[in-house]
């Protein structure tokens, strides 16, 4: 309770700090990515008649964004307009801004990148990435499939990401289970950076629905296997799986099915790679929803948000 009281003074000092600040410096317009603190920035900038634009990469808004909506001069989304609870003439489709580097991939592409990660053209490739920090449920699963994979499939080769604290144990793991040659067709990293690189090289991609991935992997247009994390707050990660499953643009694999019975994985990844039709199919579906200009397009509306009394000359 004591908590409680001392949070709610701290709400109220910081709408009449907001509120001081922006009548200070008086921004043109005011852009909320979500996060808490932009709720008494945007309302602060609501007294003083500032606009401001609100912006959303997940199906499900986040509350910051649900509190300052009312007031909000337009809302940006990830996804088509009609899934979202915005009021539809304010609310506009810009997709998420990406890194540069996530481009269409083209069988020229492709080739170039199997290159630079030293993966034959002609083989198959899977590439697993559970989050930055690597999702534990992911590693069992894949530590069960792998072996069965590439025992499967002769020319398939696998990379995974495992996650910072957990590539110690996979290595172990791996070690154990895989023959000599087995080893040389697989590669495990804790974290990469050039993540474009190898998931643009790979026929089929096993990860999480983060939207940021999910909309870098649209871009590509590559073939996904998504596991959702149920337990992260908002529930973001299930709805997002939803709507590509729905939509036929991804293979969607429930946690609690997969914990049942890792050899699923196996499975699902065993079907899809030997249907390139499919993969393709995937591919080009997940791609239709790709906004590769979302930088610019978020650019462009909210420079519209300012009226031209106040708008800087070179805008």
Known sequence: MFKNLRDALYVVIGLYQ?????????????????????????????LHHIPYMTHDSDPIPSLANRIIARWARVHAVALPTNIYPYPQAKTVTTGIPLNAKFVPVTATLERKYRQEIDVPAKAKLLFVIGGGLGSQLINRAMAEAVPHLLHEFPDLYVVHVVGRINQAEMEARYLKDLTAAQQQRLRVFDFIHDVYRYSGAADLIIARAGATNLAEFAVQGRACVIIPSAVLTGGHQ???????????AAVVMDETELAADPNRLAKQVSALMKD????????????????????????????????PQTAPKDA
């Open 18 to 46: 907001s509120w001081q600040l922006m009548g200070k410096l008086r921004p043109d317009v005011i852009f909320s990515r979500g996060g808490f603190v932009s709720v008494p920035v945007c309302l602060g900038g609501a």
């Open 238 to 248: 299930l709805e997002n799986a939803r709507y590509l499953a729905e939509q036929h």
């Open 276 to 307: 390139s039709q499919q993969r393709d199919e995937l591919g080009h579906k997940l791609h239709e929803f790709a906004q590769p200009h979302a930088a610019q397009r978020i650019t462009d509306v909210l420079f519209d948000q300012i009226t």
